[in-house]
């Protein structure tokens, strides 16, 4: 509710009954001397907490920094303080549903609104919205860029139709190598139109020196957990493409094991998808695993959820590019646990692509739950100290090799060329 509220009080003056569709030779090319800041419209279904949702937050913190314009239009939700304290400028719009009419509508308003705001640049980060920007692009004669977070299910011709807004860009980011190649197999995508930026990972925010006993104590309390119990932390979103029902299928298989003193939390919203909330519940009853699964909820204090943690693990069927939760658990010295969909092999170092002196975590099969038990409890076995030695190889890991104010230049200056600004302007 609060969000929702949010996204009234800054909801744009754009003007319901003088907005009409323009013809396409109407709008002039974007001033290609452009000598003033840039004016960045980005298009996102939710501010709530997946990638796409930071990916947004980041580019305004990235635009607004480098002193230019960032406007965000998105449906809403608990990041739009963010990015209105971060200087977006943010306009309610219900440009993540899937209705034609309404994406009609949207695309209408869109196209108003960049031409309102003089924007230079159109980014979708999301197809829903993606195709209501494709259109306000076109019309305005604006570069659209589109960004991919994860690999999208493609089970017929028309999924395949509504995804293909997505690679419709003059920039085609991709947010890992895995998935610029998955691009790259199914559309044909040109290499000059791609471009892969990992997302942005602010390291200072998941440093264990800076998460007090207290902070871990309180989130432990809170899960209802002992200080002998072992808790595995799956972070993320309630969806079926994250996979918990194989971790519930995992957890029963441990169980079976005699494994004891463990305990596996979900930290994630199901953001209205009850329906397959209540399947893990069922699965949770018929697998009796009731007794080492919990449902937490959506965690204030992620680093403390971290810290409170002995391993981590990912489970998504669907490729996820560079998951923010898993540089996130790593950073905090927390091995990992992670599907190959979940994370390639330059961000989860796993043998035998490496020999396990020098393993941040493991990595299984997708869908193969008797190896992401097996995985999880290789970990379990071993002692604090074994999985503490991990944890730290991890956060080296991460601290040499996630630049990112690299991935902030690289970005910008996309921006600045596409608009044909002048980088020292």
């Given at each position: ?55 947004a937050l980041d580019l ?8 230019h314009r960032p406007i ?192 596996i939390v979900f930290t ?158």
């Amino acid at each position: 509710m609060a969000s929702q509220t949010a996204a009234r009080n800054h909801e744009s003056p754009v003007q319901e009954s003088g907005d009409t569709l323009p013809e396409l030779d109407m709008p002039a090319p974007a001033n290609r001397n452009l000598s003033s800041k840039l004016k960045v419209l980005i298009a996102v279904p939710t501010l709530e907490s997946g990638a796409a949702d930071y990916g947004a937050l980041d580019l305004v913190k990235l635009l607004h920094g480098a002193g230019h314009r960032p406007i965000v239009v998105s449906t809403g939700g608990r990041l739009v303080g963010q990015v209105v304290a971060h200087g977006g400028e943010f306009v309610a719009m219900n440009v993540a549903s899937k209705n034609p009419l309404v994406m009609m509508d949207c695309a209408r308003r869109l196209t108003a609104l960049v031409r309102q705001r003089k924007c230079h640049v159109v980014h979708a980060l999301g197809r829903a919205p993606g195709w209501s920007a494709y259109v306000a692009a076109r019309v305005n004669r604006r570069p659209f860029v589109t960004s991919w977070y994860k690999g999208f299910r493609e089970q017929n011709a028309f999924k395949r139709f509504y995804n293909s807004v997505m690679v419709r860009g003059d920039r085609v980011i991709a947010a890992s190598e895995d998935i610029a190649d998955l691009i790259r197999e199914r559309y044909r995508t040109p290499l000059e139109r791609m471009q892969v930026l990992p997302s942005s990972f602010d390291v200072a925010q998941f440093d264990p020196a800076n998460v007090s006993a207290e902070r871990v104590s309180k989130i432990r309390q809170a899960w209802g957990v002992s200080k002998e119990t072992r808790v595995i932390l799956a972070p993320g979103r309630m969806v079926r493409r994250k996979g918990h029902h194989l971790i519930v299928q995992a957890a029963q298989r441990l169980k079976a094991s005699g494994f004891k003193d463990f305990l596996i939390v979900f930290t994630g919203e199901d953001q209205g998808r009850t329906s397959y909330t209540g399947d893990l519940w069922d699965l949770i009853a018929t697998t009796d695993t009731n007794d080492v699964i919990r449902l937490a909820g959506l965690t204030g204090d992620l680093p403390a959820a971290f810290a409170a943690s002995s391993i981590a693990v990912f489970a998504s069927t669907q490729p996820e590019g560079t998951a923010r939760n898993i540089l996130a658990a790593q950073a905090m010295g927390v091995p990992v646990v992670a599907s190959d969909m979940s994370a390639g092999p330059d961000i989860v170092l796993a043998p035998p692509a490496i020999s396990e002196d020098r393993m941040t975590g493991l990595r299984f099969s997708s869908h193969d739950t008797a190896a992401l038990a097996a995985a999880l409890s290789k970990l379990l076995g071993l002692s604090a100290d074994g999985r503490r030695a991990i944890g730290t190889r991890g956060r080296d890991w991460i601290l040499s090799h996630h630049d990112a104010q690299a991935v902030a230049e690289r970005t910008l200056g996309l921006y600045v060329n596409l608009a044909g600004a002048n980088p020292a302007a």
